[in-house]
């Protein structure tokens, strides 16, 4: 099944009770926003807000990286998240964050999870209804799961380099991808891991925030280098925009690619990690 729903879907079962709605807006720090507060100011009616910085491994020093499956059982209760109802994410952007809350819910055991093609963006665009103010979801129990084969540590990536198991797919800009353009977080390496491909997050997102069609992703794959027959797995900068490559080669019936989860302010930041720069 497509990994994205229209806003015509979601505006029809808005109010169902097997329908969940969840607002994950997330910032870069250099974009002074508060996705927090910009949810407080305006949202879809009854959605909850997901935090990728505070639902995360709060002991290690990288950003928004996955908690254990208790912890985000816990959180995922709180928020009103169960299993067994459609759970639809969206962003600010279009499609930009919402893809890393739809991979995260996935790697902790949800399989009713979507995004909203076109965010909150499109949604505001066609004058469907929006609303203010905090949401007080009615808490649920949420047991724990997890499931491995939708992440990758360092040590696994480092492994795939070796083997040549997977190709990785990186969705940082291509000045960043090459080391001209410094890392925007501060003490990183800049260049990108040997016989990594590649492809700007942008690319699958067409202008209006939504995410390309099937034969316009292939072709954009395709002109990367990518062949769609061998394992992938899709890192970023942070986890983030890795998450976008991964729904959108879900489009393409490759619902199981892995993203790696510290990506490259993990790789960037580790002393002996193989990097190499241009091309």
Not at 9 to 17: E, F, I, K, S, V
Not at 91 to 97: A, E, L, Y
Not at 98 to 107: E, F, I
């Amino acid at each position: 099944m497509d990994p994205v729903v229209s806003t015509a879907w979601l505006a029809d079962r808005l109010r169902t009770p097997d329908v969940r709605v969840v607002d994950g807006s997330w910032h870069m720090p250099a974009e002074a926003r508060d996705g927090r507060e910009e949810y407080l100011q305006v949202h879809i009616p009854g959605a909850v807000f997901f935090d990728i910085d505070a639902i995360a491994d709060r002991a290690s020093d990288l950003p928004h990286m996955l908690p254990t499956s208790e912890a985000f059982a816990k959180a995922a209760g709180e928020l009103g998240l169960p299993r067994d109802v459609d759970i639809v994410i969206y962003d600010t952007h279009g499609i930009r964050s919402a893809a890393r809350v739809w991979w995260t819910l996935r790697a902790m055991g949800y399989a009713r999870v979507y995004v909203l093609d076109g965010g909150l963006r499109k949604w505001m665009a066609e004058g469907r209804p929006v609303e203010a103010g905090e949401v007080y979801p009615r808490a649920v129990e949420v047991a724990p799961a997890f499931d491995p084969g939708l992440v990758r540590n360092a040590a696994e990536v480092r492994a795939i380099l070796d083997d040549g198991s997977a190709r990785m797919v990186d969705a940082r800009s291509a000045a960043r991808f090459t080391g001209e353009a410094p890392e925007p977080r501060a003490g990183l390496r800049s260049g990108h891991m040997p016989g990594a491909a590649s492809l700007p997050w942008e690319q699958v997102v067409a202008q209006d925030g939504t995410l390309r069609p099937a034969d316009e992703l292939k072709a954009v794959f395709k002109g990367a280098g990518v062949d769609l027959g061998t394992p992938i797995v899709t890192t970023c900068g942070s986890g983030v925009t890795a998450s976008v490559l991964a729904l959108a080669l879900a489009r393409l019936g490759l619902d199981r690619t892995a993203v790696y989860d510290g990506s490259w302010t993990e790789w960037g930041g580790l002393p002996d990690t193989p990097i190499v720069t241009g091309p």
